[in-house]
């Protein structure tokens, strides 16, 4: 699978119509209301958002259970989003059996960055690089 990696981006605030330096969890969906529906340019930056592509499943980690239920969630439609967020040497000794998985049910990787912010309420979630995930099911393994 395409891994994810994400340098870091030298950015100057007067680039984005709505930019926050210190964000909270409570700030997160301000950001994706400004993006979404005001269509701003905003910090830190929505990465993934709602869609009509379906539903956004995010595992934060993955272990053999996590494996079983994204093998699931693809057979059960190709309109189900799949991001692993997940160091490299966790994601390869899950996958030790199955190596290609990852890449047969199509998910996205994430394997620079942890979990920084969670609003479960609102959900969404950010990153430590400043990338703002937007999700319908969030699994924490």
């Excluded at 979404?36 to 272990?63: A, C, R």
């Excluded at 309109?79 to 998910?107: G, K, T």
């Excluded at 994430?110 to 959900?123: F, T, Y």
Aim: proline share 6%; glycine share 2%.
């Amino acid at each position: 699978p395409e891994i994810t990696r994400l340098e870091y981006w030298e950015h100057d605030p007067a680039d984005f119509d709505y930019y926050l330096s210190n964000p909270t969890a409570k700030d997160l969906p301000i950001l994706l209301h400004k993006f979404d529906v005001e269509d701003l340019e905003v910090w830190p930056w929505i990465w993934t958002h709602p869609n009509s592509d379906g539903p956004h499943h995010v595992f934060v980690g993955v272990n053999e259970d996590s494996l079983v239920e994204i093998r699931r969630l693809r057979e059960e439609s190709n309109h189900n989003n799949i991001l692993v967020i997940a160091s490299e040497d966790q994601l390869r000794e899950v996958a030790r059996n199955d190596p290609n998985v990852y890449e047969r049910c199509q998910c996205g990787i994430v394997a620079d960055s942890k979990l920084e912010l969670l609003n479960h309420d609102a959900k969404i979630l950010m990153l430590e690089d400043e990338r703002v995930i937007a999700f319908d099911r969030l699994i924490l393994v």
